[in-house]
C-alpha cells in the first residue's frame, strides 16, 4: 500500500469514495445484527428487566466519543507536526461525528439513569469529564469555524485537540480514580467477560456498526472538505 | 418490551437513531454543495 501516495488530498479523494459505500454497507449490515442480537436475542437483565438494553447504543458511543478523540488529536498532532494537509482536514471531518456520539452518549446514559440511580444526572467524576468532552469537540468545531485561513484554523484546532486530549485517560480511569456513581468498566480485554455472552455479542456487534458509521461519514466529509478548500 | 421502562429505552433508541439520520441527512446536503 502506497501510504504517502494517499496522504496527498487529492489521491486520496478518489480512494475515500471507493471506500465509503462499503463502509456504510458494512454499518447498516451490523446495525441491524446487533439490534437483533441486543434487542430480541439476549435475555433480560435480571436486576435492571428491559432497561439494560439501553447499554447497546450507551456503551458503544461512549466508547467511539473517546475513540474518536484520540483519533482526532492523532491526525492534529501529525498535521502539526508534518504540516500535511489531509491531517487537519481528517482532524476536522471527525470531530462532529466525535462530537454526535459524546451527545448521544450523555442523552442514553441520562435516560437509563433515572430508572436505575433514580436521577437524569449527577456531577460524578465520569458524567462530568465526558461533558467536558463535549465542550472540548464543540470548541474544536468552533474555533476552526472562527478562523477564515483553513491552515492556519486546522493549527489552532490541533493545540486545543492535542491539549484536550488529556482528557481522555480521566474519562476512562475516572472510575477508578474517584468514588463515582457510575459504575465500572462494563467490558475489559484483561478480564473475562462478566455478561451473558449474547449480551457481550450484542455489545460488540453494535460497536462495529458505529466504528464502521464513522468511517463512512469521515470518509464522505473529507472529500467534501477537500472539495470545499481545494476546487 | 420493558414495560414500565418504555420511555427510558425508546427514547434512547428513537433519539440516537434520530441523531444519526440527521448527521446524514447534513452531510449529504453539504456533499450536493461541495459539487456544485
Redesign the interface.
Known sequence: MKWFWYASPQTFYPLAGRMAPWFAAAAALLCIAGLYVGLVVAPSDAQQGEVYRVIYIHVPAAWMSMFIYVVMAGWAAFGLAFNTRLSGMMASALAPTGALFTAIALWTGSLWGRPTWGTYWVWDARLTSELILLFLYLGFIALQAAIDDPRRADRAGALLAIVGAVNIPIIHYSVVWWNTLHQGASVSVTRAPTMAAQMLTGLLLMALAFWMYTIAVTLVRVRCIIREREG | ?????A???W???S??FL??LL??VF??K??RE??A
Open positions: 418490551m420493558s414495560g414500565d421502562y420511555f427510558y429505552l427514547g434512547s433508541y433519539v440516537t441523531l444519526l448527521e446524514v452531510l449529504l453539504r456533499k461541495a459539487k
